[in-house]
C-alpha cells in the first residue's frame, strides 16, 4: 500500500520511518512524502493512483491541509484516495472543516501509531 504523508515539519519523515520500519521493510507499506500541499499535489499528478491513502497536516504554510484535501477530492475522484488529516489541534471547526470536505480520518498529534497502524490495516 502507496501512503503519501504530507507535513510541512521535515522530521516527520525519519518518525514514519522509524516506526513503519517493519511494514516498510515486508513491502507491505510504502511511504513517499511532501512537504507542502503543492508538492503533495505535484505527486499525486505525476503518480496517478499510487497513492491510496493520504495522511495531511492540516496546518501547513502556503496550502493548508484543508485547501489540499478539497482539491485531491475534485480532482482525483477515481479511485478516490482514503484522506485522513492531522492537526496539533483536535478543535472541533478544523474536525468538521475536514470532514465536510471529505475527509475519512482525523487524527491528533502527537500521533498515536498503536492506533494508526490498526486503521492502516483496516484499510489495506
Do not use: C, W
Not at 501512503?3 to 507491505?28: G, N, P, Y
Amino acid at each position: 500500500m502507496k501512503i503519501l504523508v504530507v507535513d510541512d515539519e521535515k522530521d516527520v519523515q525519519t518518525l514514519f520511518e522509524q516506526r513503519f520500519r517493519k511494514e516498510i521493510k515486508s513491502a507491505e507499506m510504502d511511504f513517499a512524502f511532501a512537504f507542502s500541499g503543492e508538492e503533495a499535489l505535484q505527486f499525486l499528478t505525476t503518480h496517478d493512483h499510487e497513492a491510496v491513502l493520504i495522511l495531511s497536516d492540516i496546518n501547513m504554510p502556503g496550502m493548508s491541509g484543508l485547501e489540499l484535501l478539497r482539491q485531491i477530492k475534485e480532482k482525483h475522484k477515481t479511485p478516490p484516495p482514503v484522506v485522513m488529516m492531522i492537526t496539533a489541534y483536535g478543535d472541533a471547526e478544523n474536525h468538521e472543516a475536514s470532514m465536510k470536505l471529505g475527509a475519512d480520518d482525523f487524527l491528533t498529534k502527537p500521533v498515536d501509531f498503536p492506533s494508526l497502524k490498526e486503521k492502516l490495516k483496516a484499510i489495506h
